[in-house]
Antibody, heavy 124, light 109 residues
Framework: EVQLVESGGGLEQPGGSLRLSCTASGFTFNIYAMTWVRQAPGKGLEWVSSVGGGGRTTYYADSVKGRFIISRDNSKKTVYLQMNSLRAEDTAIYYC?????????????????WGQGTLVTVSS | DIVLTQSPGTLSLSPGERATLSCRAS???????LAWYQQKPGQAPRLLIYAASSRATGIPDRFSGSGSGTDFTLTVSRLEPEDFAVYYC??????????FGPGTKVDMK
């Protein structure tokens, strides 16, 4: 059974930093791209960032580009999201998602498993 | 970027009724790039349909997806009590970004 467990959320001041982690089990981690999707309180889903299975290719939404960094450690079956220069509008539940394929982009892509999410609150 | 619009915003139905949810894209989307997710309060999203019409593992056959080009539909043939939730469509193609529709809430009449 696929399991994704996020951690690292919490309360941070504007301009501060947080690092989220997502630890995976139940599948061969290094052959699947991984993704972060967020959901602001009472709002819909927003794609944040994705990383390919090998960790060499990374992609970001315009709203976080230059501030967030996605990475993965395949030996630890963990994907990270380093969040810098945090803003109030980054307040959201951050979900980790497993992609259906190794390469991030291509046909038939979708997120077939999700973690339960970790809440990030940016406020002074 | 491709913008997805979902209608209606809220659908009020009774158990046993048929639910028809619409997702419209601002430009043509490859059918194998369109997915549907279900989200219940306090829970993570769950994949229902991918490639417009393929059911994900473990999804009951009362859920079906159809459509092509800019117009896609999710149909729940007979609503069960556990189907009352918010449904999102998503396009995930060959280049960034991934985009989601704003969601349709299916609530109990």
């Amino acid at each position: 059974e696929v399991q994704l467990v996020e951690s690292g959320g919490g309360l941070e001041q504007p301009g501060g930093s947080l690092r989220l982690s997502c630890t995976a089990s139940g599948f061969t981690f290094n052959i699947y791209a991984m993704t972060w999707v967020r959901q602001a309180p009472g709002k819909g889903l927003e794609w944040v960032s994705s990383v390919g299975g090998g960790g060499r290719t990374t992609y970001y939404a315009d709203s976080v580009k230059g501030r967030f960094i996605i990475s993965r450690d395949n030996s630890k079956k963990t994907v990270y999201l380093q969040m810098n220069s945090l803003r109030a509008e980054d307040t959201a539940i951050y979900y980790c998602g497993k992609s259906s394929h190794d390469y991030v982009w291509g046909p038939d892509r979708h997120f077939d498993s999700w973690g339960q999410g970790t809440l990030v609150t940016v406020s002074s | 970027d491709i913008v997805l619009t979902q209608s209606p915003g809220t659908l009020s139905l009774s158990p046993g009724e048929r639910a028809t949810l619409s997702c419209r894209a601002s430009q043509s989307v490859s059918s194998n790039s369109l997915a549907w997710y279900q989200q219940k309060p306090g829970q993570a999203p769950r994949l229902l349909i991918y490639a417009a019409s393929s059911r994900a593992t473990g999804i009951p056959d009362r859920f079906s997806g159809s459509g092509s080009g800019t117009d896609f539909t999710l149909t729940v043939s007979r609503l069960e009590p556990e189907d009352f939730a918010v449904y999102y469509c998503q396009q995930y193609g060959t280049s960034p970004p991934v985009t989601f529709g704003p969601g349709t809430k299916v609530d109990m009449k």
